[in-house]
């Protein structure tokens, strides 16, 4: 099978379980499909590959917002800002890979690999 028809596979079966639309298909993942990229919904995903790229965007999209913030502000410290982030990143990418984790094994989801 290639990645399209993997794709259609774990979207029908995202479909008919228990999760809502918005949780398997959130709109940076689709933002990730019409760029081109070949990623697999979140369900399908090892914890590791969800930990990294939901992190990393989410501590970036804060770090950066907090920055401007605080630029505005007369705020903090860029070393103090950047930690924060790093923090912030690792505690969304953690949370939301167990998440999707957990949500895959009760909603009885298959592996990407036998799809």
């Known amino acids: 099978m290639d990645y399209q028809d993997k794709l259609n596979a774990a979207m029908k079966e995202l479909e008919q379980s228990k999760i809502s639309k918005s949780n398997y298909a959130p709109p940076f993942f689709n933002l990730l499909l019409k760029l081109g990229f070949k990623v697999r919904p979140y369900h399908y995903n090892s914890p590791l590959v969800n930990f990294i790229l939901l992190g990393s965007c989410f501590g970036l999209t804060w770090g950066l917002a907090m920055w401007v913030l605080a630029g505005l502000m007369g705020g903090d410290s860029p070393i103090f800002s950047l930690s924060i982030a790093l923090m ?3 505690m969304f990418g953690g949370l939301m ?11 009885h989801l298959s592996e990407w690999s036998q799809l």
């Open 88 to 90: 912030a990143g690792a």
């Open 97 to 107: 890979a167990l998440y999707y984790k957990i949500s895959g094994k009760t909603n």
